[in-house]
């Protein structure tokens, strides 16, 4: 049996994922070809605990601060995890 170190299951992460993104946009791409219609986006840039967050219109923009707030969340969850378990 191969034994993988994390830095290896790491890229291995990190490469799926952009292999789903490429595949993700491609089947949009192919998805949207043939209607005309009207395009919304948004974004988060995460830069620290501090989001910036942009959209086109204001649904989109809020789901991204719903997103934003859960991502912050998770993050502080995995920083302050270890250190409350290395406490007891």
Do not use: C, H, W, Y
């Amino acid at each position: 049996m191969v034994e993988l170190s994390l830095a290896n299951i790491g890229l291995i992460l990190i490469i799926l994922g952009f292999v789903l993104a490429f595949i993700a946009v491609i089947l949009l791409a192919v998805k949207n070809r043939g209607t005309s219609g009207q395009t919304r986006s948004a974004g988060i840039l995460l830069i620290g605990p501090i989001p910036i967050i942009f959209g086109s219109d204001k649904e989109s923009a809020r789901a991204m601060v719903v997103l934003a707030v859960l991502l912050i969340a998770i993050v502080l969850i995995f920083m302050l995890l270890p250190n409350f378990l290395l406490s007891r």
